[in-house]
Nanobody, 126 residues
């Protein structure tokens, strides 16, 4: 049973930093693609950052240079981090952790390839 649990959301002032964490469990492979996807009020989901099984990273243009995604793993449990610096009001959203065994490079920032999702954590920037 695959589970993803996010934490780290909250309210911050513009320009501040925040780090989100996602603990994933239940995978039998280390070659998973994991991503952060956000949904702002009244908008659809937007892929923010992703990291594949080879630890290649991908970023949306809107967060390049400000957000950093990283992955670590321990025995059958994987951690995913999103370091967010220089936060802006437009970064306000619910941030979801998403995972899939394999995702082709062109699609890693799309919502549809991912089968497993966390419950989301709210980030509010004012």
């Amino acid at each position: 049973h695959v589970q993803l649990v996010e934490s780290g959301g909250g309210s911050v002032q513009a320009g501040e930093s925040r780090r989100l964490s996602c603990v994933t469990s239940g995978y039998t492979s280390t070659t998973s693609c994991v991503a952060w996807v956000r949904q702002a009020p009244g908008k659809g989901r937007e892929g923010v950052a992703a990291i594949d099984g080879d630890r290649r990273t991908y970023y949306a243009d809107s967060v390049k240079g400000r957000f950093t995604i990283s992955k670590s793993n321990a025995k059958n449990t994987y951690g995913l981090l999103l370091q967010m610096n220089g936060l802006k009001p437009e970064d306000t959203a619910v941030y979801y952790c998403a995972a899939e065994r394999v995702v082709a490079g062109p699609f890693v920032l799309q919502e549809w390839p991912y089968s497993y999702w966390g419950q989301g954590t709210q980030v509010t920037v004012s």
